[in-house]
Nanobody, 123 residues
Framework: QVQLVESGGGLVQAGGSLRLSCAVS????????MGWFRQAPGKEREFVAA????????YYADSVKGRFTISRDNAKNTVILQMSSLKPEDTAVYYC????????????????WGQGTQVTVSS
């Protein structure tokens, strides 16, 4: 079993930055592709960013490309989402997810999920 715990959410003004962390425990972290998803009220969960097992390849939704950066530290079992130039439309609950061996942009492909952390961007 794998446990994921997100942290770092909060309230920020538009144009500001936040750094989300996801701590992973329970299995060998490096066997998992990692992703971040978000869900705004009344909307479906959507892909934000993903990173492969080594950290050498990253993928982003068009809506966050150039503003968000995903990274991972396999020695610390942690994945980071650095968010900058935040917009009110980035307001959502952000979820960290793990998928065995590979990564992807569909939430259906991920095996384990964290409980989520709220990000609110005020205008």
């Amino acid at each position: 079993q794998v446990q994921l715990v997100e942290s770092g959410g909060g309230l920020v003004q538009a144009g500001g930055s936040l750094r989300l962390s996801c701590a992973v425990s329970g299995r060998t972290f490096s066997r998992y592709g990692m992703g971040w998803f978000r869900q705004a009220p009344g909307k479906e969960r959507e892909f934000v960013a993903a990173v492969n097992r080594s950290g050498g390849s990253t993928y982003y939704a068009d809506s966050v490309k150039g503003r968000f950066t995903i990274s991972r530290d396999n020695a610390k079992n942690t994945v980071i989402l650095q968010m900058s130039s935040l917009k009110p439309e980035d307001t959502a609950v952000y979820y960290c997810a793990a998928r065995s061996w590979v990564t992807g942009s569909s939430s259906d492909e991920y095996d384990y999920w964290g409980q989520g952390t709220q990000v609110t961007v005020s205008s």
